[in-house]
């Protein structure tokens, strides 16, 4: 079982980047339904709050609020 609260509470800055994924190897089959393509990201990705793009350390986090991603994306364009 993945201990969500291990991977959420990495240190970007003392984290081993050699350990991380880089972004840019995954592949997401779009074939798949939504729950079997998060089943693979994940899988894949190791740690989806922190990842590697290049050299570069990704750590992402989550607010606690019923707005989804595609919410905030949809505001974010109607201010522009």
Do not use: W
């Amino acid at each position: 079982m993945i201990d969500l609260e291990k991977l959420k509470n990495v240190d970007v800055r003392t984290v081993d980047i050699d350990t991380l994924v880089d972004i840019r190897d995954v592949k997401l089959d779009r074939s798949l339904s939504k729950p079997e393509r998060m089943k693979s990201f994940v899988e894949q990705i190791k740690n989806p709050y922190c990842f590697r793009h290049g050299d570069t350390v990704v750590k992402i986090s989550f607010a606690d609020t019923d707005r989804t991603l595609e919410d905030c994306l949809e505001e974010y364009v109607r201010m522009f």
